[in-house]
């Protein structure tokens, strides 16, 4: 992602943000990884794919910016209904219909439809439209930090 930075934002590289960029990793394989971890082809690949798909949607992102006239709520919503509708086929066909819904499995989706989806990329692309891409880039790696805890200075700042 930091080159990717370079080379479509012409933000300057600093070894400060690569070594974020580098705990950030280290963070994240210590709370993921376990004693007995081994790495996984597959795996791998697809976490390079992940971290390489992000990267390309937040360095376009803050590139092109909002369309004029879409929120941020707007602008998450559509893009969180793109990525659902683009993985119903996959979906489908490696997982099948499910043979029952309940009531919790709906409660859950909810959630994490409205909480963990759309309010949460509501924040993280304004944070993107306000920050440059690079100061971004440490807090997906580490977002995921079991234990993470904001103070409430951060929750408050514009």
């Known amino acids: 992602m930091a080159l990717l ?11 400060w943000r690569l070594g974020w960029g580098v705990a950030g990793v280290g963070g994240v394989a210590m709370v993921v990884l376990g004693p007995g971890a081994a790495l996984d082809s ?31 709520v707007g602008f998450a919503s559509w893009q969180l209904a793109a990525g659902g509708t683009l993985l119903i086929v996959p979906a489908l066909l490696i997982d099948g219909v499910p043979a029952e819904i309940s009531l919790p499995a709906v409660a859950g989706y909810v959630w994490l439809g409205l909480v963990g989806g759309l309010l949460a990329y509501t924040l993280w692309f304004r944070g993107i439209g306000r920050l440059p891409v690079t100061a971004i880039a440490p807090s997906a790696s580490s977002a995921s930090s079991d234990g993470e805890r904001s103070l409430p200075r951060q929750l408050l700042r514009p």
């Open 5 to 15: 930075v370079v080379i479509v934002l012409s933000e300057r590289l600093s070894t």
């Open 42 to 72: 597959v795996g791998v690949v697809a976490g390079i794919a992940g971290a390489a798909s992000m990267g390309v949607g937040v360095v376009l992102t803050k590139r092109w910016g909002r369309p004029p006239g879409v929120s941020a």
